[in-house]
Each structure stands twice: as structure tokens, then as C-alpha cells.
């Protein structure tokens, strides 16, 4: 296979389709960017391509390159190596003279004419002058010309070599770092595997641990039913059916034993279903995805429920146990078997229950019928009490009627006139010292200001002072000169306690009649 066909272009392709070629196939090839799984053969692969693009593309090593390869292709050939052209590409060997120039040279020799002095003098004479021409330009000295090319090639040789040193170089150094990538990525994979193996061991460890309690929690089960559920039907349990006690411990054991024979089976399938993705890893030779962190913690919380459900089986065992101990001790069995008797048990308390609650909803009923005669006997009691308090409302409105009629006739009758003529006399001056714009009758409410209406030796003396000796009003007959009540009569005393009681009796009827000012 030729470089050629590396960057599968033709021999007549040009420097810019072997650079898209090229381009191509690195873009493909490349260590950093190559998707495939087998990366050591893409870096032999960029290598080969590589390197084919480096001798192609400098038109002097295509040459050298097209010549070798045409060689190979005509080992038998006695023609000239193939020379570039200005392209770049190998020329084929330039053709023999035509064969009409051979056959006349031959003729010319066989027909034994150049023997002749003059044939011979001249091929003497053609073969010095070829020697001189020969001798005379290998002894001449190069131009300058001549000089300034060679150097140029020289350089353009030695430019050509440095460029394939350098390229060379970097395809080197580009595949050193693929190479130094790929150690440091089978390192990382390696640490990375080596964490996930131990992460995943504890799961695995911690799954273990998990399922032992399982077996554990099957093995409690399974005692429980071969000596604790064969109870209701064999010997034993008809010791403890003897007893109406133990009937009922049994059943308050037997509750609180709440683990189905199923728990240890759903506890197993949730512990299978966690490590379903640890498992197929830890089946790989070198696992790369660490477990979940949660599912430790899932399996703990697992362990945390496996142990509380066979703390509970053995909790509701022992107690069961200790009964079975003590009714074989005691020798007592009843003709029932366990389960009957929990069955008549239960069917007999049903029935005092239903018998208590009927004696309880008659009592409720009995207790309801007092109490609506009780509510009866007190609405009627209230109906009484409701007449009781309108005929006394009744009797006390016509009292009140009578009582007024006669205060308003004694408080219109001569002798009060006469007793109250200065309170009924019309004036200007009230017992507060006010005056008025208008005679009008003593102010009842003023009176009463003053305390002159205080059933009290000092409410009479107050009367007498602001009302009966007002020395400011003379409208009004004067009722006594003194002021002071010590310096009164007997008589004159005893009158003016009858005065101020007329007043408190009369006085708001005198208002309502208008005899005395409100």
C-alpha cells in the first residue's frame, strides 16, 4: 500500500486535495478526538497518515518518492529514474528514438561504407572535437548563475529537512501526549475502579448484613407458627381455654403480633431491588459507577425495620409461652379447643354488651321521660309565677293609681295650700339665690340641691335658712325672722318638720300639677 492510498487520493492529485485529505483523516484519527474503543490502533493510524502527508507534501520528497515508486512498479526496466515536473508530480521515462533512425544506422554500418579514409578522417575528426567540447566545459569555470542556483537548491534542500525534522518532531510529540493522555486516563479508570469496587463492597457487605436478619426474622416466624399458631387447635390451647383470663391474654399477645408470614419475603424482594445495579456492576472485571450513597443508608433503614419486626415476634411469644407454662401446671383443660373457645368468648361478651346496652338505652329512656316531666312540671311553675307577677303588676298599677289620686288631692286640698303658701307663692328668687325673668313658684329640684329636702334636723335647718327666712324676696310672706332652728318654738319646730315632710311627700305630684316649679 502506497502513502497514496493512506490518504486515499490518486498519484495526480493536487497539494490542496492532499491537504483535505489529510485534514480529514487526522480530524478521524487523532488520539484526542478519536470516538472508536481500540485507541492504540488510531494512533498507529494517524502515524502512518502522518507520515504520508509529510512526504507528499514537499514537492521534492513526492519526487524522490513517485521515482522509488515507479521503480518498484518496473524492476525490469533499463530506463532513467522519473524526473518531477513543476506540479510536483513524476514525469513517465522520455521515449527511444524512433526506430527508422536505428535501422538506417544500422544499414549504414552494415553496408561497410564508413570503412572508407574519408567516413574514417571525419568520425576521427567529430570524435576530437566532441573530446575538446567535453574538456573545455568541464574546465570551465561555474557562473555565478550557475553558483547562486546550487546554493538555492542546497538551501531549499536543507529548508525541505528541517521542515520534515520539525514535522516529524511534532507528530512525535503528538502522539507522546496522546500516549501520556491515555497512561493518565488508564489511571484515572484504575483509581476510579478501585473506588467504586469498595464503595460497592460495602453495599454488598451491608446487603449481607441485611439478609441475614432476614433469615433471622424467617427463623422467628417460623417458630412462631409451629409453637405459638398451632395453639388454636391442639391440647394445649385447650389448657388455656380453661380460663377466661387467659382467653384474654392470649388475644392481647396474639394482636400485637402484627408480622405476616409475608414480611420476611417483601423485605428480601425490596433488598434485591437495591442492589440490583451494585450487582451488575460488581459482575464487570473493573467497575467504573460507584453505588448510590443513599443506598447504604436505604439498607440500614431496611436492617432498622428487619430488627424491629423480630423484636415484636419475640415480644408476642414470650408472653404466650409463660401462659402455656402456667395452664400445663395447673393440669385444667376445657372440652373446647382454643380457637372455639375465642370464637364462644367473644360471641358471649357481644351479647352482655348488646343485653348492657339495652338496659342502658331503657335507663336513658326512663331517665328522659322524668326529665321531660321535670321540664313540664317547670314550664308550668313558670306559667304560674308569669301570672302570679301580671296580676301583681295589675294590683300594684291600680294601688299606684289610688295612692296617686290621693296625693293629688291632698296636694290640691286647702290645708296643703296653706301649709306650702310660701313654696306656692310666686316670686323671683329661687332657694339657690337665682332669679328669675318671670314670678314662678320655688324650684323643686333646687330644694333638693340644697338638701333642703333631707329628712334630718340639719335638712330642716337648711330649709328654713335658704327658703323660709330669705330676706332677698318680698313677694313672698316671711315665714320665720331667725334662721337659726334652735331659736324656734316648739310649735314653730314641730311645724317646719311638718313643711319639709308635706314637701317630700307632695312634692313631685305639686310639680306634675304645676304649683311648684321642677
Known sequence: MSHYDDLGISQSASPEQIDKAYNDLALKYHPDTYKGADKDAAVKEFKRIHTAYLILRNPTSRAEYDAALWRAEHPNSSQRKARPDSGGRATAPKPHPPSGFLQKLAQFLASKAWRKPRFIFAAIGVFFLLVTAIVSVASRPPSQAEIDQKEQKENELKIAKNDRKTKLAASEGEVKNAESKKAKDDAQRTYESSVAKTKLGAAQTESDNALTLVARLEGEL??????????????????????????????????????????????????????????????????????????????????????????????????????????????????????????????????????????????????????????????????????????????????????????EARAGSQETRTLLAYFLARGYVQPDGTQTTEKRPISFSKLDAKGCLEDTPDGQEKLLIYALTNRNEELRPKWSDSPAIRLLTDERRQKLVEVQKALIELGPTLVELKLLDP
Open 222 to 407: 417460623a417458630s412462631w407458627t409451629k409453637n405459638i399458631g398451632s395453639l388454636l387447635d391442639d391440647p394445649r390451647g385447650q389448657k388455656i381455654a380453661a380460663n377466661e383470663d387467659r382467653i384474654d391474654a392470649f388475644e392481647i399477645a396474639w394482636n400485637k403480633m402484627r408480622i405476616s408470614e409475608g414480611a420476611a419475603s417483601d423485605f428480601r424482594t425490596q433488598i434485591k431491588t437495591l442492589m440490583s445495579p451494585v450487582e451488575a456492576q460488581l459482575d464487570k472485571e473493573q467497575p467504573l459507577l460507584a453505588p448510590d450513597p443513599n443506598i447504604i443508608k436505604q439498607l440500614e433503614s431496611i436492617e432498622a425495620s428487619i430488627q424491629q419486626s423480630i423484636d415484636e415476634v419475640k415480644q408476642s411469644r414470650f408472653p404466650i409461652e409463660r401462659l402455656v407454662e402456667r395452664a400445663e401446671r395447673e393440669g385444667k383443660s376445657s372440652p373446647l379447643k382454643l380457637r372455639a373457645a375465642i370464637a364462644d368468648l367473644a360471641a358471649r361478651r357481644a351479647e352482655e354488651k348488646t343485653l348492657k346496652a339495652l338496659a342502658v338505652e331503657k335507663a336513658a329512656s326512663r331517665q328522659e321521660e322524668k326529665d321531660n316531666a321535670r321540664l313540664e312540671e317547670t314550664k308550668m311553675a313558670a306559667r304560674k309565677r308569669v301570672v302570679e307577677d301580671q296580676l301583681a303588676k295589675e294590683k300594684d298599677s291600680a294601688s299606684d293609681a289610688i295612692k296617686k289620686k290621693e296625693l
